[in-house]
């Protein structure tokens, strides 16, 4: 069985992610492997296999961590 997931971005891109289950459980020491990337204002679908998690994780822009960074900074001087 397969599910299609839709992502659709706003500002910022967001990283899709797969995890392998076993018995509907995360399997112990395996790791995220990355499905692809959806820029900013796109649209993007991927596919979720039985026996498959999919974690949507909305990434922050270059510029945008950059000006967090200077904040803190800023703040600690």
């Known amino acids: 069985m397969t599910t299609t997931v839709t992502?659709?971005?706003?500002?910022?891109?967001a990283?899709?992610?797969?995890?392998?289950?076993?018995?509907g459980e995360p399997v112990?020491?395996?790791?995220?492997s990355q499905l692809g990337v959806v820029e900013p204002q796109s649209t993007g679908e991927?596919?979720?296999?039985?026996?498959?998690?999919?974690l949507v994780r909305?990434?922050?822009?270059?510029e945008a961590a950059a000006?967090?960074?200077?904040?803190?900074e800023e703040e600690a001087a």
């Open 46 to 54: 991927f596919a979720a296999h039985s026996g498959q998690d999919i």
């Open 15 to 23: 990283a899709v992610l797969a995890f392998p289950l076993k018995d």
């Open 28 to 32: 112990g020491g395996e790791a995220y």
């Open 67 to 72: 000006e967090v960074d200077t904040a803190r």
């Open 7 to 13: 992502v659709t971005t706003g500002d910022h891109p």
């Open 58 to 62: 909305e990434e922050a822009l270059p």
